[in-house]
T-cell receptor, first 109, second 116 residues
Framework: GQNIDQPTEMTATEGAIVQINCTYQ??????LFWYQQHAGEAPTFLSY??LDGLEEKGRFSSFLSRSKGYSYLLLKELQMKDSASYLC??????????WGAGTKLIIKP | GAVVSQHPSWVICKSGTSVKIECRSL??????MFWYRQFPKQSLMLMAT?????????EQGVEKDKFLINHASLTLSTLTVTSAHPEDSSFYIC????????????FGQGTRLTVV
């Protein structure tokens, strides 16, 4: 079967670093996505990993280990505007996205 | 980057009426479009997948006669909520892919539907 799991909520301090984990199980895999979603808005694309390793893009980095079915999104130098939900999703063999429930990130001053 | 425009952003309608939501890819041809609904504090739930020129594939539990999807061109897909009821009130989001092995999906802005 297929499933994907991420923490429901995390809290971090402005200026700090936070890592949001995502684990998944699937027989067919075509990459893993991270999206940011502010309340009442559509998701916006953050990253895509299809090979193992770390992809860095400014303050955000994403890591993938296909053998472990594991990914994380790393946010550095946290800003208040980073308060949002972060959704991980993997693409299955039919190129369909399977979504996690999202991690609500709360940033405190 | 690729832009997907969804219209309207929000709509309020009376129970029993129908509402049409449009999803347009502005600067690319979208072979495949996806329609999602999202309830408060929940993740995206895929409703249906539509490929240009063919009938949409609906997810289990989604009534195809109630949620009519048309993908008549490579740049436009529409979702019509027929005979809307208050329980249909939700956030509806479309996304579009170029197709083939092009994996990235681009999202519309979403439509907040309130049925009164």
């Amino acid at each position: 079967g297929q499933n994907i799991d991420q923490p429901t909520e995390m809290t971090a301090t402005e200026g700090a670093i936070v890592q949001i984990n995502c684990t998944y199980q699937t027989s067919g895999f075509n990459g893993l996505f991270w999206y940011q979603q502010h309340a009442g808005e559509a998701p916006t694309f953050l990253s895509y990993n299809v090979l193992d390793g770390l992809e860095e893009k400014g303050r955000f980095s994403s890591f993938l280990s296909r053998s472990k079915g594991y990914s994380y999104l790393l946010l550095k130098e946290l800003q208040m505007k980073d308060s949002a939900s972060y959704l991980c999703a993997f693409m299955d063999s039919n190129y369909q996205l399977i979504w996690g429930a999202g991690t609500k990130l709360i940033i405190k001053p | 980057g690729a832009v997907v425009s969804q219209h309207p952003s929000w709509v309020i309608c009376k129970s029993g009426t129908s509402v049409k939501i449009e999803c347009r890819s502005l600067d690319f041809q979208a072979t495949t479009m996806f329609w999602y609904r999202q309830f408060p504090k929940q993740s995206l739930m895929l409703m249906a997948t539509s490929n240009e020129g063919s009938k949409a594939t609906y997810e289990q539990g989604v009534e195809k006669d109630k949620f009519l999807i048309n993908h008549a061109s490579l740049t436009l897909s529409t979702l019509t909520v027929t005979s809307a009821h208050p329980e249909d009130s939700s956030f509806y989001i479309c996304s579009a892919r170029r197709g083939g092995s092009d994996t990235e999906a681009f999202f519309g802005q979403g439509t907040r539907l309130t049925v009164v």
